[in-house]
């Protein structure tokens, strides 16, 4: 953990606990996040360094205060019975003017002031669970730019404040969730139908928690997709602004211009990954992945390796590249042909890389290419019979004109009879 406690005064009087985490710079727009019922815990204070990654001033208030200062609970048994008891007696007035309390010490921090979109001092806030349910009521009352709530319970009880949030909302919900079932998500939807700035997203087969990679709910898939629109509603309404697009720039020119290890992991967080899916090849670390490149990636690329762009999407916090890559099979190539002796072969093949970012930080790279074609290309594989192809994948990607579903023994029976 990065952050610390820190005092946060109450409206009416004595003063409670935040977990602050600050992003690297030490500034940037507010984020308040709103624990689960088990206390401000491993897995909430993880949360806010997470988002502080992310370039957030985070400070997540401990909203038990007024029954016990700093519950921090875990998931056991027994741990979920005392965490159930304090939402029995929570006291969801007093929660509100404490949710104000937090908006209000971010919105006074210089770390905050003026580092929201357009040099405005904005705060957003961000929950689990109880967290999801009070992220609704602070964009309803506590004056914040834009909230969203995960899997929040009991929402569709408290529709009557609907009106009353004017900041753009986004909500998750898992499918399979045993505590929100999807009778109250489609009264949620009915409600804000007219609402173009209240999105809400359900994750088929996802349980409650799914978003918590602290607890057997965990489900990344869904993790990644939530966490994903998230950010892309705070970019949106509050920055802070990265340029994505340069950021990969660079590294790849530290990859495969300058094949410079320690510059290529210079611009990945901390514990980054890399997956190259069809062979099933990278690191996950830093540690395994700068052994990764340094000894099988970035200075083992053939000389005449080169990246043709075919096409590349910009989101919020990820860059997809479609590209041609070519090069001629003149060494044993670890993380493409593991195993293989150079063949001397000429190969082209159509990629795809999907690179997630944290902040202004490579977090991590998905990389797909037809694997069959690269066999083929250099000989170990016979496409006859098979339905594969060489290096006709990566032309017709560049020439769609080219003739298409030659693969198709069924194509000539589809054709139009002439008529008689």
């Known amino acids: 953990m990065s952050g610390e406690f820190i005092d946060i005064k109450a409206k009416d009087g004595g003063s409670f606990k935040g977990y602050l985490a600050l992003p690297e710079g030490g500034t940037g727009p507010g ?40 519950v921090e609970l875990g998931y056991s048994q027994e741990e979920f019975g005392k965490a159930f008891e304090y939402f029995g007696k929570f006291d969801f007035a007093k929660a509100v003017e404490d949710m104000t309390a937090t908006v209000e010490h971010l919105k006074g921090m210089d770390a905050v002031k003026g580092h929201g979109k357009g040099g405005k001092t904005q705060v957003a806030a961000l929950g689990y669970c109880l967290g999801g349910a009070l992220a609704y009521q602070a964009a309803a009352h506590c004056g914040v730019d834009a909230a969203a709530c995960y899997y929040g319970v009991a929402i569709e009880k408290q529709l009557a404040v609907k009106d009353k949030i004017k900041c753009p909302v986004v909500m998750h919900f898992g499918g399979a969730d045993e505590h929100v079932p999807m009778e109250a998500v489609e009264q949620i939807k009915a409600a804000f139908a007219d609402r173009d700035d209240v999105l809400i997203n359900v994750y088929e087969g996802a349980p409650h928690a799914f978003a918590n990679r602290f607890r057997d709910t965990y489900d990344k898939a869904a993790a ?48 980054p990954y890399v997956n190259h899916v069809p062979t099933m090849t990278g690191g996950v670390g830093y540690t395994d992945l700068h052994r990764f490149y340094l000894n099988h990636f970035v200075n083992s690329n053939p000389d005449d390796t080169a990246l043709i762009p075919v096409s590349r999407t910009v989101g919020a916090d990820r860059v997809v590249d479609e590209m041609i890559f070519k090069f001629t099979h003149d060494r044993e190539i670890d993380w493409l042909l593991p195993g293989i002796p150079p063949t001397g072969k000429k190969v082209e093949v ?37 339905p594969v192809a060489g290096a006709e994948t990566a032309h017709k990607i560049l020439d769609e004109k080219l003739p298409s579903n030659e693969l198709m023994e069924n194509w000539a029976n589809s054709a139009p009879k002439a008529a008689e």
């Open 31 to 70: 984020l308040m996040i709103l624990q689960e019922i088990f206390g401000v815990n491993d897995a909430i204070r993880a949360t806010c360094d997470y988002f502080a990654e992310e370039g957030y001033v985070v400070l997540a208030p401990d909203m038990f205060w007024r029954m016990d200062e700093r």
């Open 350 to 386: 159509p990629l795809v890389g999907i690179i997630n970012f944290r902040g202004d930080k490579l977090y991590h790279e998905h990389i797909y290419w037809d694997q069959a074609s690269v066999l083929v290309q250099i000989g170990l594989l016979d496409p006859k019979g098979l």
């Open 224 to 271: 990644g997709m939530s966490h994903s629109r998230t950010i892309a509603l705070l970019r949106g309404v509050m920055g802070p602004a990265y340029d994505l697009e340069d950021l990969w720039e660079k590294h790849i020119l530290y990859e495969f211009a300058e094949r410079d290890v320690d510059k290529t992991m210079a611009t990945m967080v901390a514990e």
